[in-house]
């Protein structure tokens, strides 16, 4: 039952992304500059009257970073990446927040810092 989570909830927040980049070598590898598009889904706590609610956003970003493939010889690699970017969907701003605000996606500006990229190529 949706009323009996008020009282040991947690805010859910989930965002999809979908990244289009142009590297400026001639391969996956090095730098890049790109563009996306996010999909994201809040849950919380209103701030006015404390009741549970939800909001789903669509935005557009861009964001420039690099990648090193092939670490050790394998097939994993690191990157890291900066992007920024504006919620054009949706409502901004109308969950409570006990912590300060600027990394969450409740605002019309949002931004990306990924120092800690790991991934693996298929």
Known sequence: DYEDRTHSYDEVDLNVDIHLRKYLSSNIEGAYLGVFGRYTYLEGKLKDDYRLANVHKFGIGGEFGFRIMRIGGSRLYWGMSFGVGKYFGGNNGVFEHNYPAMF???????????VLKLGYEF
């Open 104 to 114: 969450m996606d409740d605002r019309v500006y949002f931004i990306d810092i990924e």
